[in-house]
């Protein structure tokens, strides 16, 4: 178990740019989370997929966002034309196949650090 | 999801037992109780979760109500190392995403 991988670590970009991170989960684990976290925020959630599947997106993920996860394995998130106000930690999470109970257990990576100027 | 409410920081002495409460009046039958922590510079850790029993595990143990309208998580010996956002989860099993509040910090001092 490596763990739940993100890349990058940081990045810094210039306002109106793309931008793309990457998050490998754990293996086998179904589902992919995605959250943004601002400073002395929680993390917010921003959508997830079961397998390749995107099941939810949340009204934070604006049409310039766009995640992807193909093969229902490694997932990316890209940005459009930055602003500012992208500025945040982006953390992936995941999580195993579960069987009835329904219980949620998350492994987080340790986040892509946006700093957008 | 139920929402949560906790205080927003706390402190403790270190080898002392941290008392980190967690208000969920509105929780209902099927949701769980969760917790996480971050610690600076990384993403939150799952501590512990329970439905209605008390729950306790290497890391804490999990006080919850009976009427389960509010919890504790008790960290037992509290260490430097403890300090970090403690985050207290309310979920619905069937819900598709876990959501979070601001936490509370906890600052374990010497």
């Known amino acids: 178990d490596t763990g739940v991988s993100q890349n990058p670590r940081h990045k810094i970009t210039k306002r109106g740019q793309n931008v793309t991170f990457r998050c490998d989960p754990i293996?086998?684990?179904?589902?992919l989370y995605w959250y943004r976290q601002t400073l002395g925020q929680g993390p917010e959630f921003l959508t997830y997929f079961q397998n390749e599947a995107q099941l939810e997106k949340s009204r934070l993920l604006s049409d310039r966002f766009s995640a992807e996860r193909p093969k229902g394995s490694f997932s990316t998130l890209e940005i459009q034309r930055t602003e500012q106000g992208d500025s945040a930690m982006y953390l992936c999470?995941?999580?195993?196949?579960?069987?009835?109970?329904?219980?949620?257990?998350?492994?987080f990576g340790s986040g892509t650090q946006l700093s957008v100027l | 999801d139920a929402k949560t409410t906790q205080p927003p920081s706390m402190d403790c002495a270190e080898g002392r037992a941290a008392n980190l409460p967690c208000n969920h009046s509105t929780i209902s039958g099927n949701e769980y109780v969760y917790w996480y922590r971050q610690i600076h510079s990384q993403g939150p850790q799952y501590i512990i979760h329970g439905l209605k029993n008390n729950e306790t595990n290497e890391m804490a143990s999990l006080i919850i109500t009976e009427d389960r309208k509010s919890s504790t998580l008790i960290l037992p010996h509290a260490t430097l190392r403890d300090t970090a956002v403690y985050y207290c989860?309310?979920?619905?099993?069937?819900?598709?995403?876990?959501?979070f509040g601001d936490g509370t910090t906890l600052t374990v001092k010497p």
């Open positions: 293996s086998e684990h179904n589902r």
């Open positions: 999470a995941s999580r195993e196949r579960q069987g009835g109970g329904g219980i949620e257990k998350l492994f």
């Open positions: 989860i309310v979920r619905n099993t069937n819900a598709g995403k876990s959501t």
